[in-house]
């Protein structure tokens, strides 16, 4: 055990933080708001290493950047994270000098702008409620349940879904035909209920709302191929009826991936579904799979 471990490990971590910001004072003759930043920085990671057991003096590399991530995902701007870090560089620099530590556990943080910030998503009881919201009873409404149920059920991107034609549906066989970026072709697999729904809506609604010979699926109450703008204007408006303000296409896109993870899917499978090049951009949503567990952890275990 290091002498600083010794004491009290607080008043240790906090007198130590107090003798360096009073030399960088003297001796550098920075600003009362770069002592009060560098003071609020180191202060804020010494309570929450304190909290999992760990001294300030003695923190690793793992701890610094798991800081830092959560941080990132609590919303603090890029700008104040760099700050941090760079908070976090000149103390534990100051360690070594004074031969306090002999490695440097900073020097290999990440910038904050090769962070990714983790998409927001559903829960599975909002994406319900989000399906259950549209008036089937009328027309419109009806339309609304089928691309509601088209979105989440394949994943697709908002521009997929307006541009469906009624020749890229297989949907007795139970998918469809999706041109993606750079017009790529996949195969997207179709659940029963988006079907069934889509079905519905072709067969009775449909006919009555489309003008004009065009084979648009989706199209909107002057009978057009329905617009980006027209379905998030749409979806939007069931979010605010539901209190879930973060409702967006995208939001659905993500949810249909993270939902598919979280059940057990193949992270290749889902890659090939979203019509992602590299399964890179598909990795994330293994992140906010691994996150919720940390929180359902955290909320549920005895011992966490």
Do not use: C
Not at 72 to 94: E, K, M, N, Q, V
């Amino acid at each position: 055990m290091s002498a600083a471990s010794a004491e009290n490990p607080e008043s240790a971590w906090r007198r130590e933080l107090g003798a360096w910001l009073e030399s960088l004072d003297a001796e550098r003759g920075l600003s009362v708001h770069t002592l009060a930043a560098y003071r609020r920085d180191l202060e804020r990671l010494g309570v929450d290493l304190e909290a999992q057991g760990v001294h300030l003096l003695e923190a690793g590399a793992g701890e610094l950047r798991a800081h830092l991530r959560e941080l990132s995902r609590g919303g603090l701007a890029p700008r104040s994270l760099a700050r941090a870090r760079s908070s976090f560089r000149s103390f534990y620099g100051h360690l070594i000098e004074l031969g306090r530590r002999r490695d440097d556990p900073t020097e290999h943080l990440s910038s904050p702008r090769r962070w990714r910030t983790l998409p927001k998503v559903l829960s599975e009881d909002q994406v319900d409620a989000l399906l259950e919201a549209p008036d089937v009873s009328t027309d419109l409404g009806l339309r609304d349940r089928a691309m509601v149920e088209m979105l989440y059920s394949s994943g697709l991107r908002v521009s997929e879904l307006i541009s469906l034609d009624l020749a890229q549906l297989r949907l007795d066989q139970g998918f469809l035909i999706a041109f993606g970026k750079g017009a790529k072709e996949r195969v997207v697999p179709v659940g029963e209920r988006a079907e069934a729904w889509t079905l519905r809506y072709i067969r009775e609604v449909r006919p009555g709302l489309v003008r004009g010979r065009h084979g648009s699926v989706y199209v909107s109450r002057l009978g057009r191929a329905m617009t980006r703008q027209g379905f998030w204007k749409i979806l939007k408006g069931y979010g605010r009826e539901l209190g879930i303000p973060e409702v967006s296409p995208h939001v659905l896109r993500h949810s249909f991936a993270s939902h598919l993870l979280e059940h057990g899917a193949d992270l290749r499978a889902v890659q090939m579904m979203l019509g992602h090049a590299d399964i890179s951009t598909t990795q994330i949503y293994t992140h906010i799979h691994q996150a919720r567990l940390k929180t359902l952890y955290d909320r549920f275990h005895p011992r966490s």
